[in-house]
């Protein structure tokens, strides 16, 4: 395949902005964006923050997670194997949560930045399934098991 450049020098959008903006003029409802790793944490929250505010169905894929924007009514079912993280996120919020097929559950709860979130959940069985009434949220799966922690303590 061919590449194509398409450049936008100003700087009142961030470049993620300006692709979410591409892609929702060209017509497609979702976006994949892979190799979202790096050291800029600024960059990493701005770019959750935009595809939160895109009006798209995006995916951000690391070395060790997927990342789901989740957006208004939501129900899905995954198949997650044992010992993989599960952390959802109210970005800042989302209401009437439900999580099932994990080893803490919890029904009908609102999520929200600060307030009560899963993180590090772990599935109970083979299919995770989740419901959101309306808002934002993150869903974070991990794609290696959780492995045991340890602790080093050093004078």
């Known amino acids: 395949h061919r590449a194509v450049i398409h450049a ?28 979202a790793d790096g050291d800029a944490l600024d960059h990493v929250v701005n770019s959750l923050s935009a595809a939160s505010k895109a009006g798209l169905r995006i995916s951000f894929v690391t070395r060790s997670v997927v990342v789901h924007v989740l957006r208004g009514r939501v129900r899905r079912s995954w198949p997650i194997p044992m010992k993989h993280r599960i952390s959802w996120f109210g970005w800042p919020r989302a209401d009437d949560c439900t999580l099932q097929g994990v080893v803490w559950p919890f029904e009908n709860r609102q999520l929200e930045l600060g307030g009560f979130n899963s993180l590090s959940n772990l599935p109970d069985g083979e299919i995770v399934t989740l419901r959101q009434a309306a808002g934002v ?18 004078d």
């Open 8 to 35: 936008r020098p100003s700087q009142d959008r961030s470049d993620m902005e300006k692709s979410f903006l591409l892609c929702r003029h060209r017509g497609f409802r979702s976006a994949l964006i892979m190799a």
């Open 137 to 154: 949220s993150l869903l974070v799966l991990s794609l290696r098991p959780k492995r045991r922690a340890s602790l080093i303590l050093s």
